[in-house]
């Protein structure tokens, strides 16, 4: 029984918090949240890494985190390259950083408020709703909110946002419309 706990203790431990984890993780996908990816199944191969048969650490593959990686880089690298396109066809300004301002966005229906970092030319991303925008100056100076909502074989939307203020309305979400504000702040208000 020693020599069974002094085995195979460290990969049962390892193994039950791992298993936590991916329960967790599935059950999170399924409410539309997005649980905690990876652990789970980084601990499992851990754990059966810890004993002397090891082979049962792919079994950290039932892990959805790994299973999502192709996904994001495929789906990243599409997304990165519309907004490359829209970028170069309005001879957009390089991609700048603003200390002293901020991008505040702001979910009224799940009275949600984001505050991020204002920087030009930067894909910023909203899971519920699903949403990327990238706030961009032109050559003249002139400011715009490129906009994509998501929704298959639609265009890039592009709106002026010299104002620093933008509402986005009827973005779809878990059968519900959603809304999204965007506005520029100064740092020093937030």
């Known amino acids: 029984m020693n020599d069974f706990i002094s085995q195979y203790g460290l990969c049962i ?9 991916v329960i967790m993780t599935y059950g999170a996908y399924f409410s539309g949240r997005s649980g905690v990816p990876f652990i ?7 754990g059966f890494l810890t004993t002397p048969v090891r082979w049962p650490a792919l079994f950290g593959l039932i892990d ?3 299973w ?3 996904y994001f880089i495929i789906v990243g690298s599409i997304r990165n390259k519309r907004f490359a ?5 309005r001879d957009l300004a390089e991609k700048t950083t603003d200390d002293l301002k901020r991008v505040r966005i702001h ?33 003249a100076g002139k400011r715009f909110i490129l906009v994509d909502k998501c929704i298959r074989g639609a265009e890039i939307e592009i709106s002026e946002f010299d104002e620093g203020r933008i ?8 059968k519900a419309d959603m809304t999204v504000e965007i506005e520029i702040t100064d740092s020093v208000n937030n």
């Open 68 to 70: 999502e990686i192709p």
């Open 107 to 139: 979910i009224p229906e799940t009275n949600e408020e984001l505050i991020r970092p204002y920087i030009t030319r930067h894909i910023y991303e909203l899971r519920i709703p699903e949403l990327f925008f990238s706030v961009c100056i032109d050559k």
């Open 40 to 46: 789970g199944g980084l601990l499992i191969v851990i």
């Open 85 to 89: 396109k829209v970028y170069s066809e």
């Open 167 to 174: 509402t986005l309305t009827a973005l779809k979400a878990d």
């Open 13 to 21: 431990l390892l193994c039950a918090i791992g298993l936590f984890f």
């Open 64 to 66: 959805p985190g790994y």
